[in-house]
């Protein structure tokens, strides 16, 4: 699985940005799929995740009633759409993709395969 990660770029803070992951392959429905984040001179955060089947979801406390994310699978798609951002929401997003149940679709550690990843900016 290949994912290219796009719609990223700079909003005031309330704002909203819509990130997108296309993925190619065959298999794009089987894979769970998820985003995270990493700002400068802080660890990597794992954000928000969708399970193959878009019945089940996995969001950070930081963003929760903010983000959603969902999944096309027919158009080989993850939408993470991003309401109410604040300036802690700077980083750069990559997206990820892998064979993870449902009772792990939140371990970042769970995923194999991820895209280059798309800066975004809130500014207060």
């Known amino acids: 699985v290949q994912l290219q990660a796009s719609g990223g770029g700079l909003v005031q803070a309330g704002g909203s940005l819509r990130l997108w992951c296309a993925a190619s392959?065959?298999?794009?429905?089987?894979?769970?799929m998820g985003w995270s984040r990493q700002a400068p001179g802080k660890e990597r955060e794992f954000v928000a995740a969708?399970?193959?089947?878009?019945?089940?979801?996995y969001y950070t406390d930081s963003v929760k009633g903010r983000f959603t994310i969902s999944r096309d699978n027919w158009k080989n798609t993850v939408l993470l759409q991003m309401n109410s951002l604040k300036p802690e929401d700077t980083a750069v997003y990559y997206c990820?993709?892998?064979?993870?149940?449902?009772?792990?679709?939140?371990?970042?550690?769970?995923?194999?395969?991820w895209g280059q990843g798309t800066l975004v900016t809130v500014s207060s």
């Open positions: 969708i399970v193959w089947s878009g019945d089940s979801t």
């Open positions: 392959g065959r298999t794009f429905s089987r894979y769970a």
């Open positions: 990820a993709g892998g064979i993870v149940g449902k009772d792990r679709v939140g371990d970042i550690d769970e995923y194999a395969y």
